[in-house]
């Protein structure tokens, strides 16, 4: 399948170098990946920090478990803290 994966703040530094010209902006990029693949497990393969995260697919805040499928957009972000 076929995703859009954006990362955004610290997290960016971890998309993956493809260099194929799949990369649509400073933090986000087209991947494939195999099927049936969960938000966790796309976590896990990209290796980020085992640390707080907000996710959403397709703009919509999304569990772990959720099963990908092709097309949708994965964005992920640190917590946000401000004053």
């Keep these: 399948m076929r995703i859009q994966l954006a990362l955004f703040a ?8 493809t260099g194929n010209g799949n990369r649509l902006s400073a ?3 087209m991947i494939d990946l ?3 693949l969960t938000v966790g497990q ?3 393969h990209l290796a980020l920090p ?3 995260r907000i996710v959403f697919v397709n703009n ?4 772990d ?6 097309g949708e ?8 803290a401000g004053g």
Excluded: C, K, T
């Design 10 to 17: 610290s997290l960016s530094q971890y998309l993956p170098e």
């Design 27 to 29: 933090h986000a990029q």
């Design 34 to 36: 195999p099927d049936g």
């Design 42 to 44: 796309v976590i896990v």
């Design 50 to 52: 085992d640390e707080p």
């Design 60 to 63: 919509r805040h999304a569990p």
């Design 65 to 70: 478990e959720h099963v990908l499928q092709d």
């Design 73 to 80: 957009r994965l964005a992920i972000f640190p917590p946000v």
